[in-house]
């Protein structure tokens, strides 16, 4: 339902150019895009970070208008990047559950949409990966990206909490996230995470700040 909604509000074009197309971006414009798109992993000290892009560019402006100016609409172009990557589609496939990072709820409905949980149901649709919404963001704190790095780190604590936890005993684990910076948010959804007792937990991110 909220799909077809989505699709009669905003008609299948290419979110770059606008032209009238049956994918999310259109051929010519996803040529001058896979300028800024590759296939990144950085090895963490307890899980690795998959990324497509470094926060910059186009990207960084339609991740922007995809989480503060009202269009949702943008998770079907993610998504499709995700897919038409190779390395990133047959990455995604090697786990059992994708978790999206969560919203605090009254953030959610003012937004109107989380816009992770669209990226990650739109990937089970697609790939068949199980999407699991595990973590619970219970504490409402500030934007992240108004504090410094220590900020950050106190300013996430004990924001999420695990539920369901069962579910990811000896499971393969993608946490799935927008952006990565200094990795406040993604260290404290994993030190949840792993109160479930998970076989493997690694990260997916859009972009990742070079600032990070």
């Known amino acids: 339902m909220i799909k077809k909604l989505i699709d009669i509000i905003f008609p299948e074009s ?30 963490e000290k307890e899980f690795n970070i998959f990324f497509l892009s470094f926060y910059e560019g186009t990207i960084k402006k339609l991740i922007l208008d995809f989480k503060f100016k009202e269009s949702g609409y943008l998770y079907n172009f993610f998504t499709e990047l995700f897919i038409r990557n190779n390395q990133t589609k047959e990455l995604i496939q090697k786990y059992d559950y994708t978790v999206p990072v969560p919203m605090y709820y009254e953030n959610k409905i003012i937004r109107g949409y989380n816009q992770i949980e669209l990226i ?52 393969k684990i993608l946490l799935i996230d927008d952006i990565y910076t200094t990795g406040s948010t993604t260290k404290e959804c994993i030190k949840k995470l792993k109160e479930g007792r998970p076989k493997k937990i690694d990260v997916l991110v859009i972009s990742k700040s070079k600032k990070g």
């Open 120 to 171: 990650t149901k739109k990937l089970e649709q697609e790939l068949g990966i199980k999407e699991l919404q595990c973590l619970e963001k219970v504490k409402k704190n500030k934007k992240q990206s108004l504090l410094t790095e220590k900020e950050r780190i106190k300013n996430v604590k004990d924001v999420y909490k695990l539920k369901n936890d069962t579910q990811i005993k000896n499971k």
């Open 14 to 43: 290419c979110v770059i150019c606008g032209r009238i197309y049956s994918k999310p971006i259109c051929p010519k414009c996803f040529i001058k895009l896979k300028k800024e798109i590759n296939f990144y992993k950085i090895k």
